[in-house]
Protein backbone atom coordinates (compact mmCIF):
# COMPACT_ATOMS: atom_id res chain seq x y z
CA UNK A 1 0.00 0.00 0.00
CA UNK A 2 1.78 3.32 -1.18
CA UNK A 3 0.30 6.15 1.10
CA UNK A 4 1.61 9.80 1.07
CA UNK A 5 3.65 10.74 4.04
CA UNK A 6 1.73 12.66 5.59
CA UNK A 7 -1.08 9.74 6.04
CA UNK A 8 1.77 7.22 6.74
CA UNK A 9 3.00 9.70 9.40
CA UNK A 10 -0.39 10.42 10.82
CA UNK A 11 -0.73 6.24 10.56
CA UNK A 12 2.15 6.10 12.68
CA UNK A 13 2.32 9.23 14.91
CA UNK A 14 -0.48 10.06 15.75
CA UNK A 15 -1.56 9.09 19.71
CA UNK A 16 -5.59 8.29 19.14
CA UNK A 17 -8.17 8.25 16.86
CA UNK A 18 -12.08 8.39 16.86
CA UNK A 19 -13.33 5.11 16.23
CA UNK A 20 -16.60 4.81 14.48
CA UNK A 21 -18.41 1.80 15.13
CA UNK A 22 -22.46 1.59 14.10
CA UNK A 23 -24.38 0.64 18.33
CA UNK A 24 -26.64 -1.62 18.81
CA UNK A 25 -29.61 1.68 18.68
CA UNK A 26 -28.86 2.13 14.86
CA UNK A 27 -26.62 4.99 15.30
CA UNK A 28 -23.01 5.31 14.69
CA UNK A 29 -20.72 6.56 17.39
CA UNK A 30 -17.33 7.49 17.90
CA UNK A 31 -14.80 6.97 20.71
CA UNK A 32 -11.09 7.76 21.17
CA UNK A 33 -8.53 5.14 21.29
CA UNK A 34 -5.13 4.03 20.32
CA UNK A 35 -4.97 2.29 17.33
CA UNK A 36 -1.54 0.55 16.41
CA UNK A 37 -0.29 0.47 12.23
CA UNK A 38 0.83 -2.54 10.78
CA UNK A 39 2.52 -2.09 7.84
CA UNK A 40 3.56 -5.53 7.24
CA UNK A 41 -0.06 -6.51 7.43
CA UNK A 42 -1.32 -2.98 5.92
CA UNK A 43 -4.34 -3.39 8.78
CA UNK A 44 -4.63 -1.76 12.16
CA UNK A 45 -4.81 -3.08 15.50
CA UNK A 46 -7.44 -1.34 18.44
CA UNK A 47 -7.91 -3.29 21.21
CA UNK A 48 -9.97 -2.93 24.22
CA UNK A 49 -10.69 -4.62 27.48
CA UNK A 50 -13.59 -6.65 28.94
CA UNK A 51 -14.47 -4.70 31.30
CA UNK A 52 -15.26 -2.12 28.09
CA UNK A 53 -16.04 -4.38 25.29
CA UNK A 54 -19.35 -2.41 23.91
CA UNK A 55 -16.67 -1.24 21.04
CA UNK A 56 -16.10 -4.64 20.54
CA UNK A 57 -19.65 -5.69 20.59
CA UNK A 58 -20.18 -2.84 17.75
CA UNK A 59 -18.01 -4.22 15.37
CA UNK A 60 -18.32 -7.78 15.77
CA UNK A 61 -22.14 -7.04 15.13
CA UNK A 62 -21.63 -4.69 12.34
CA UNK A 63 -18.16 -5.03 10.75
CA UNK A 64 -17.88 -1.71 8.70
CA UNK A 65 -15.81 0.68 10.56
CA UNK A 66 -14.03 3.91 10.47
CA UNK A 67 -10.85 5.58 12.30
CA UNK A 68 -10.83 9.21 11.98
CA UNK A 69 -7.19 10.17 12.95
CA UNK A 70 -8.10 14.16 14.10
CA UNK A 71 -5.91 15.02 17.27
CA UNK A 72 -1.99 15.71 16.47
CA UNK A 73 -1.62 16.43 19.76
CA UNK A 74 1.83 14.63 21.45
CA UNK A 75 2.98 13.62 17.45
CA UNK A 76 5.40 15.75 16.71
CA UNK A 77 4.30 16.30 13.41
CA UNK A 78 4.46 20.23 11.71
CA UNK A 79 2.43 19.11 8.85
CA UNK A 80 -0.81 17.16 10.47
CA UNK A 81 -3.32 15.63 7.76
CA UNK A 82 -6.92 14.72 9.20
CA UNK A 83 -7.08 11.39 7.87
CA UNK A 84 -10.32 9.29 7.36
CA UNK A 85 -10.42 5.60 7.26
CA UNK A 86 -13.25 3.31 6.76
CA UNK A 87 -12.75 -0.43 6.51
CA UNK A 88 -13.79 -4.13 7.95
CA UNK A 89 -13.28 -5.07 11.08
CA UNK A 90 -12.85 -8.59 12.17
CA UNK A 91 -12.60 -9.20 16.93
CA UNK A 92 -11.02 -11.91 17.83
CA UNK A 93 -11.90 -13.70 21.15
CA UNK A 94 -10.09 -12.79 24.40
CA UNK A 95 -6.37 -12.96 25.08
CA UNK A 96 -4.04 -11.88 26.93
CA UNK A 97 -0.73 -12.47 25.40
CA UNK A 98 0.09 -13.01 21.97
CA UNK A 99 2.29 -11.70 19.13
CA UNK A 100 -0.06 -8.76 18.33
CA UNK A 101 -0.39 -8.08 22.33
CA UNK A 102 3.71 -8.56 22.40
CA UNK A 103 3.88 -5.60 20.38
CA UNK A 104 1.10 -3.51 21.61
CA UNK A 105 2.19 -3.02 25.27
CA UNK A 106 5.30 -1.98 24.33
CA UNK A 107 4.53 0.34 21.91
CA UNK A 108 1.60 1.74 24.44
CA UNK A 109 3.55 2.17 27.20
CA UNK A 110 6.11 4.22 25.64
CA UNK A 111 3.55 6.64 24.43
CA UNK A 112 1.85 6.66 28.30
CA UNK A 113 4.39 6.41 30.30
CA UNK A 114 2.10 7.34 33.11
CA UNK A 115 0.61 3.65 32.96
CA UNK A 116 4.25 2.36 33.54
CA UNK A 117 4.47 3.26 37.34
CA UNK A 118 4.51 0.98 40.02
CA UNK A 119 1.13 2.77 41.37
CA UNK A 120 -0.41 1.85 38.13
CA UNK A 121 0.70 -2.00 37.80
CA UNK A 122 -0.36 -2.18 41.30
CA UNK A 123 -3.80 -0.38 40.26
CA UNK A 124 -4.35 -2.33 37.60
CA UNK A 125 -3.17 -5.72 38.63
CA UNK A 126 -5.70 -6.07 41.86
CA UNK A 127 -8.75 -2.88 41.46
CA UNK A 128 -8.94 -3.50 37.19
CA UNK A 129 -7.33 -6.76 36.23
CA UNK A 130 -10.38 -7.38 32.99
CA UNK A 131 -7.56 -4.53 31.82
CA UNK A 132 -5.18 -6.93 30.66
CA UNK A 133 -7.97 -9.17 29.24
CA UNK A 134 -8.18 -8.01 25.55
CA UNK A 135 -10.86 -8.11 22.82
CA UNK A 136 -8.47 -7.68 19.87
CA UNK A 137 -10.16 -5.28 16.50
CA UNK A 138 -7.78 -5.57 13.07
CA UNK A 139 -9.29 -3.13 10.50
CA UNK A 140 -8.20 -3.37 7.09
CA UNK A 141 -8.85 -0.30 5.09
CA UNK A 142 -11.00 -0.07 2.01
CA UNK A 143 -11.42 3.73 1.53
CA UNK A 144 -9.17 6.02 3.45
CA UNK A 145 -9.43 10.35 2.24
CA UNK A 146 -7.08 12.76 3.51
CA UNK A 147 -7.17 16.65 4.08
CA UNK A 148 -3.80 18.65 4.45
CA UNK A 149 -4.00 20.93 7.39
CA UNK A 150 -6.84 19.59 9.41
CA UNK A 151 -9.29 21.63 7.45
CA UNK A 152 -12.16 19.10 6.56
CA UNK A 153 -14.58 21.65 5.30
CA UNK A 154 -13.45 21.05 1.79
CA UNK A 155 -13.34 18.20 -0.71
CA UNK A 156 -11.02 15.16 0.23
CA UNK A 157 -7.88 13.90 -1.24
CA UNK A 158 -8.45 10.09 -1.77
CA UNK A 159 -5.71 7.37 -1.05
CA UNK A 160 -5.83 4.98 -4.04
CA UNK A 161 -6.16 0.98 -2.42
CA UNK A 162 -5.66 -2.00 -4.58
CA UNK A 163 -8.73 -4.09 -4.82
CA UNK A 164 -8.86 -6.45 -1.93
CA UNK A 165 -9.98 -10.48 -2.66
CA UNK A 166 -11.83 -11.93 -0.27
CA UNK A 167 -13.56 -8.87 0.97
CA UNK A 168 -16.52 -9.62 3.52
CA UNK A 169 -19.93 -9.44 2.26
CA UNK A 170 -21.63 -6.18 3.01
CA UNK A 171 -23.95 -6.58 6.24
CA UNK A 172 -27.66 -6.17 5.77
CA UNK A 173 -29.48 -2.69 5.95
CA UNK A 174 -28.84 -0.64 9.23
CA UNK A 175 -32.21 -0.86 11.61
CA UNK A 176 -31.94 2.18 13.38
CA UNK A 177 -35.07 1.84 14.88
CA UNK A 178 -37.26 4.72 16.74
CA UNK A 179 -35.67 7.91 18.04
CA UNK A 180 -35.07 8.96 21.67
CA UNK A 181 -37.18 11.87 22.59
CA UNK A 182 -34.87 15.22 22.69
CA UNK A 183 -33.28 15.47 25.97
CA UNK A 184 -33.13 19.12 27.84
CA UNK A 185 -30.53 18.41 30.27
CA UNK A 186 -28.24 16.07 27.57
CA UNK A 187 -28.76 19.50 25.40
CA UNK A 188 -27.43 22.16 28.65
CA UNK A 189 -24.62 19.30 29.29
CA UNK A 190 -23.59 19.46 25.68
CA UNK A 191 -24.16 23.16 25.31
CA UNK A 192 -21.52 23.71 28.46
CA UNK A 193 -18.98 21.09 26.95
CA UNK A 194 -18.86 22.48 23.23
CA UNK A 195 -17.29 25.41 24.77
CA UNK A 196 -14.60 23.50 26.93
CA UNK A 197 -13.32 21.07 24.03
CA UNK A 198 -11.96 21.08 20.72
CA UNK A 199 -14.16 21.25 17.70
CA UNK A 200 -16.71 18.25 18.27
CA UNK A 201 -16.98 15.05 15.49
CA UNK A 202 -19.64 14.45 14.36
CA UNK A 203 -20.18 10.75 13.34
CA UNK A 204 -22.65 9.37 10.98
CA UNK A 205 -23.51 6.25 8.40
CA UNK A 206 -22.90 6.37 5.27
CA UNK A 207 -24.88 4.87 2.56
CA UNK A 208 -22.12 3.07 2.20
CA UNK A 209 -22.68 1.33 5.36
CA UNK A 210 -19.40 2.68 6.88
CA UNK A 211 -19.39 4.87 9.54
CA UNK A 212 -17.89 8.40 8.87
CA UNK A 213 -16.62 10.92 11.31
CA UNK A 214 -15.41 14.96 10.74
CA UNK A 215 -14.61 17.59 12.63
CA UNK A 216 -17.58 19.45 12.65
CA UNK A 217 -17.66 23.14 13.92
CA UNK A 218 -21.28 23.19 16.22
CA UNK A 219 -22.90 26.45 17.91
CA UNK A 220 -26.09 25.57 20.74
CA UNK A 221 -29.12 27.36 19.81
CA UNK A 222 -30.44 27.83 23.12
CA UNK A 223 -33.99 28.76 21.73
CA UNK A 224 -34.31 25.87 19.59
CA UNK A 225 -32.20 23.46 21.96
CA UNK A 226 -30.36 22.22 19.25
CA UNK A 227 -26.61 22.69 18.00
CA UNK A 228 -26.32 24.31 14.75
CA UNK A 229 -23.93 22.39 12.87
CA UNK A 230 -21.32 23.44 9.83
CA UNK A 231 -21.19 20.00 8.03
CA UNK A 232 -19.25 19.93 4.97
CA UNK A 233 -20.38 18.85 1.90
CA UNK A 234 -18.41 15.88 1.22
CA UNK A 235 -19.98 14.00 4.17
CA UNK A 236 -22.44 11.48 2.83
CA UNK A 237 -25.35 13.36 5.75
CA UNK A 238 -28.72 12.45 5.71
CA UNK A 239 -31.42 13.60 8.19
CA UNK A 240 -31.18 10.19 11.37
CA UNK A 241 -29.58 9.16 13.50
CA UNK A 242 -26.03 11.00 14.51
CA UNK A 243 -23.36 11.46 17.34
CA UNK A 244 -21.36 13.89 18.44
CA UNK A 245 -18.11 13.66 20.41
CA UNK A 246 -14.91 15.51 21.52
CA UNK A 247 -11.81 14.69 23.69
CA UNK A 248 -8.49 15.61 24.57
CA UNK A 249 -5.28 14.38 25.59
CA UNK A 250 -1.65 15.97 26.68
CA UNK A 251 1.33 14.82 25.03
CA UNK A 252 2.25 11.97 27.25
CA UNK A 253 -1.61 10.36 26.58
CA UNK A 254 -2.79 11.40 29.93
CA UNK A 255 -5.47 13.41 31.19
CA UNK A 256 -7.79 12.48 29.06
CA UNK A 257 -11.40 13.84 28.95
CA UNK A 258 -14.17 14.15 26.12
CA UNK A 259 -17.35 13.48 25.76
CA UNK A 260 -20.12 12.15 23.84
CA UNK A 261 -23.58 12.93 22.78
CA UNK A 262 -25.87 10.94 20.90
CA UNK A 263 -28.88 12.45 19.10
CA UNK A 264 -30.40 12.74 15.56
CA UNK A 265 -29.62 14.80 12.93
CA UNK A 266 -32.09 17.28 11.03
CA UNK A 267 -32.05 20.02 8.48
CA UNK A 268 -34.08 23.35 8.60
CA UNK A 269 -34.34 26.22 6.22
CA UNK A 270 -30.80 27.39 7.75
CA UNK A 271 -28.63 24.23 7.63
CA UNK A 272 -28.11 21.33 9.46
CA UNK A 273 -28.72 20.82 13.15
CA UNK A 274 -28.64 18.22 15.82
CA UNK A 275 -30.73 17.40 18.48
CA UNK A 276 -29.38 15.22 21.49
CA UNK A 277 -30.99 12.86 23.29
CA UNK A 278 -28.31 11.39 25.22
CA UNK A 279 -25.12 12.73 26.99
CA UNK A 280 -22.03 11.25 28.74
CA UNK A 281 -18.76 12.34 29.68
CA UNK A 282 -15.90 10.28 28.51
CA UNK A 283 -13.56 11.43 30.92
CA UNK A 284 -12.06 9.09 33.74
CA UNK A 285 -13.88 8.71 36.74
CA UNK A 286 -13.03 11.46 39.64
CA UNK A 287 -12.24 10.17 43.01
CA UNK A 288 -15.39 9.88 44.20
CA UNK A 289 -16.78 8.09 41.49
CA UNK A 290 -13.98 5.93 41.29
CA UNK A 291 -15.12 2.54 43.45
CA UNK A 292 -18.21 2.60 41.04
CA UNK A 293 -16.42 2.41 37.75
CA UNK A 294 -14.23 -0.28 39.17
CA UNK A 295 -17.39 -2.29 40.08
CA UNK A 296 -19.37 -1.13 36.94
CA UNK A 297 -16.39 -2.50 34.94
CA UNK A 298 -16.11 -5.80 36.85
CA UNK A 299 -19.48 -6.36 36.57
CA UNK A 300 -18.87 -5.73 32.72
CA UNK A 301 -15.59 -8.22 32.34
CA UNK A 302 -17.40 -10.83 34.28
CA UNK A 303 -20.84 -11.14 32.02
CA UNK A 304 -18.36 -11.52 29.02
CA UNK A 305 -16.88 -14.22 30.73
CA UNK A 306 -19.82 -15.80 31.71
CA UNK A 307 -21.32 -15.31 28.21
CA UNK A 308 -17.75 -17.10 26.95
CA UNK A 309 -18.40 -19.97 29.17
CA UNK A 310 -14.75 -20.86 29.43
CA UNK A 311 -11.91 -19.74 32.37
CA UNK A 312 -10.23 -16.63 30.68
CA UNK A 313 -6.53 -17.13 30.01
CA UNK A 314 -4.15 -16.40 32.68
CA UNK A 315 -2.53 -13.11 32.74
CA UNK A 316 1.60 -13.02 31.67
CA UNK A 317 2.20 -10.39 34.59
CA UNK A 318 6.12 -10.89 34.16
CA UNK A 319 5.67 -10.10 30.76
CA UNK A 320 3.65 -7.10 31.49
CA UNK A 321 6.11 -6.16 33.96
CA UNK A 322 9.11 -6.30 31.34
CA UNK A 323 6.99 -4.45 28.79
CA UNK A 324 6.71 -1.54 31.12
CA UNK A 325 10.59 -1.59 32.55
CA UNK A 326 11.81 -1.70 28.49
CA UNK A 327 9.19 1.37 27.86
CA UNK A 328 10.32 3.20 31.16
CA UNK A 329 14.27 2.91 30.05
CA UNK A 330 13.59 3.21 26.21
CA UNK A 331 12.03 7.08 27.34
Known sequence: MELPANVAEAFTQF????????????VAVAVPLSPLWQPATERFLVTTGIG?????????????????????????????????????ATVSDLTTWDDDLAEFWPWLFARQPASTTAAAGLFYRHGLPWYYQRLKIHIVPERVRY?????????PQEVILPARAGAPAAPGPASPGPAAPAD?????????????????RLTVLEASGYPASTLCPAVPDSGDRVLRLDVPGWLGASAG??????????????????????????????????????????????????????????????AHLQRRQTPPPPTPWHKLAAARKKARHSA
Open 15 to 26: RSAEFGTLARDG
Open 52 to 88: LPYKAYHARRWPRVSLLLSNPTGSGMRDSAAVLVQGD
Open 147 to 155: WPGLDMAGA
Open 184 to 200: TAAFDRLARAIGRFPVP
Open 241 to 302: PASLMSHRHDEKLWNLAGFLARGVLQADDTGWLFRPTAYVTLSGPKPAELLGFVRGSRRAAR
